[in-house]
């Protein structure tokens, strides 16, 4: 079973920087989509951004296109979420997920994610 572990994740100021990494224990060449969720206390959990692993193709939801960027490094097996100018309507568990077998569909639907870490806590302070 794939294992994706988040790391990152910290209490900021807004306007703070912040990098997410999520290490995945395969190699993600082989897993052809992954993407970044958020889930704010009493709300659903939402995507923020994915990646097509092998052509780089990425997405965005329109509260953080600018904001963030979402990459990856296959050598390294890891995804990344570069966060900037942080505001505290982006504070939330942030998970990291993964499409591990040709799907379609929406990139922010998140039932088409089977894979799932734990997560990891951002907060940012006005």
């Known amino acids: 079973q794939v294992q994706l572990v988040e790391s990152g994740g910290d209490s900021v100021q807004a306007g703070d920087s912040l990098r997410l990494s999520c290490a995945v224990s395969?190699?993600?060449?082989?897993?052809?989509?992954m993407g970044w969720f958020r889930q704010a206390p009493g709300k659903e959990r939402e995507g923020v951004a994915a990646?097509?692993?092998?052509?780089?193709?990425?997405y965005y939801a329109d509260s953080v296109k600018g904001r963030f960027t979402i990459s990856r490094d296959n050598a390294k097996s890891t995804l990344y979420l570069q966060m900037n100018s942080l505001k505290p309507e982006d504070t939330a568990t942030y998970f990291c997920?993964?499409?591990?077998?040709?799907?379609?569909?929406?990139?922010?639907?998140?039932?088409?994610?089977?894979?799932w870490g734990q997560g990891t806590q951002v907060t940012v302070s006005s």
């Open positions: 997920a993964a499409v591990s077998k040709p799907s379609s569909g929406w990139w922010g639907e998140k039932s088409r994610y089977n894979l």
């Open positions: 395969e190699y993600i060449d082989g897993i052809p989509l």
């Open positions: 990646i097509l692993t092998g052509a780089g193709v990425t």
